[in-house]
């Protein structure tokens, strides 16, 4: 299959000027995959562009399995735990991110457009989750993101979104605890989520 998607991170508006793009809106991304177009391919729509996700490695995978399991544990019916699922966080961004608590409700007709927490596992993708997805997650109003960090075994936790991101931004290592602000009384041990990197 032909790929004619491209990611661009451009230094100014005037790099940009240089690649003719033509974007897509969220609504015109959803048909196409309802017609199938992209089924054997993993993409997200970022910014109107279409990007292509990174292949997940055991450490990934794992990384992603414990949040999970911790999550819908703890968190039992007063959220959604969303795994590697679209969410819907403008007219021209559907990201799927790899953990996401949304609010409780019926999404069989539409994707979610909030979330309490978004979680990125980062390993080659680490550049684009703290410039892309960050930038992208605060102006979506999303106020808490992590990035659990596996080649350094930490999670950073980005708080106090903005138009331009998250103003606070704090790294914690193994051994620490880390509490989600939506769910105070959740205890996360970053060993626990973070420790596949050894």
Known sequence: MRRWYAFWVGNSSTDQSILAVRKFKRVEYDRLVDFGLFEDERIELIDGLLVEMSPQGARHAHAVRQLNMLFTRAIGSRALVQVQSPLAVGDDSEPEPDVALVPSGDYSLAHPTRALLVVEVADDSLRKDRLVKARLYA????????????????????????????????????????????????????????????
């Open 139 to 198: 102006r979506a109003g999303i106020p808490e993101y992590w990035i659990v960090n596996l080649p350094q075994r930490t999670i950073e936790v980005h708080r106090d979104a903005g138009p331009e991101g998250y103003s606070r931004v704090t790294t914690h290592n193994p051994g620490d605890v880390i509490n989600p602000e939506a769910f105070e009384d959740l205890k996360v041990p970053v060993s626990d989520i973070a420790s596949a990197a050894k």
